[in-house]
């Protein structure tokens, strides 16, 4: 059954699949932060175990390629890090890898804004911004979070 699967399971296919994978569970996050469903998917570790499972496939394709060396010109500087991204297997693992840390934040943006009671416009706000930008919407979840809990906090 599995060697039936294995054509299928192409980078483009794999990209794709999780890409627009991911869209029903920022949706969740957004729509309905509380539900049973969105704790289930989304807070627990089955989403990211998905993902995982992606990148230690497309992973263990590079190990079988043999260029898993090839991954060490991203230390050689920004021509490195172009040079890697070149090749697709590589440029999918990161993405894979920025799918599943993104979603972990969006998560606990969800569950933190619940804590200080943060109303549904800006938690919606910062939500979209760390789906497209990452780090930039955590940054401004940050902010938010400052105003509303009267407090900074580094370590949370």
């Not at 972990?104 to 939500?127: E, H, T």
Request: aromatic share 22%.
């Amino acid at each position: 059954m599995i060697n039936n699967l294995l054509p299928l399971l192409t980078y483009e296919n794999i990209y794709l699949l999780t890409n627009w994978g991911v869209v029903p569970f920022w949706l969740m996050l957004i729509i309905i932060p509380n539900h049973t469903l969105t704790n289930f998917f989304v807070q627990s570790i089955i989403l990211p175990l998905l993902l995982a499972a992606a990148y230690t496939f497309v992973a263990y394709s590079i190990y079988m390629e043999g260029n898993i060396f090839d991954g060490f010109e991203l230390y050689k500087g920004i021509d490195g890090l172009y040079s890697m991204f070149s090749d697709e297997a590589f440029l999918l693992v990161f993405w894979l890898h920025f799918l599943a840390i993104s979603l972990f934040v969006g998560a606990w943006i969800a569950r933190d804004s619940q804590k200080y009671i943060i109303p549904k416009f800006f938690v919606i706000f910062s939500l979209t911004l760390t789906y497209f930008t990452g780090p930039f919407g955590l940054t401004i979840y940050w902010l938010i979070r400052i105003f509303f809990s009267k407090k900074i906090n580094f370590n949370d």
